[in-house]
Nanobody, 124 residues
Framework: QVQLVESGGGLVQAGGSLRLSCAAS????????MAWFRQAPGKEREFVAG????????RYADSGKGRFTISRDNAKNTVYLQMNSVKPEDTAVYYC?????????????????WGQGTQVTASS
């Protein structure tokens, strides 16, 4: 069982930066594919970025390419999402998710473990 706790959300002006963190419990974190998803009011949860267990492979949604960077520190059981040049349309609740299988997927249903979410609000 893995528990995920996000932090780092808040209010940011458009064009600003924010770094989200997700701390995981358990000794098997380094074997999990990790990802960030987001959900805006009235919209479906969508993939933002994902990273392989070892950190060597990353994947981004088109909306965040060139602006967002996902990384992980397996020694600290933590995954990060660096958000730069934030836009008002990035406003959403951001969720950290993990899956035991090695394939980096973009579908929420394929992730077994979820955090409680952290709100990001980008003002124009």
């Amino acid at each position: 069982q893995v528990q995920l706790v996000e932090s780092g959300g808040g209010l940011v002006q458009a064009g600003g930066s924010l770094r989200l963190s997700c701390a995981a419990s358990g000794r098997t974190f380094s074997t999990y594919v990790m990802a960030w998803f987001r959900q805006a009011p009235g919209k479906e949860r969508e993939f933002v970025a994902g990273i392989s267990a070892g950190g060597g492979t990353t994947r981004y949604a088109d909306s965040g390419k060139g602006r967002f960077t996902i990384s992980r520190d397996n020694a600290k059981n933590t995954v990060y999402l660096q958000m730069n040049s934030v836009k008002p349309e990035d406003t959403a609740v951001y969720y950290c998710a993990g899956r035991r299988l090695s394939v980096l997927t973009t579908t929420p249903l394929t992730y077994e473990y979820w955090g409680q979410g952290t709100q990001v609000t980008a003002s124009s």
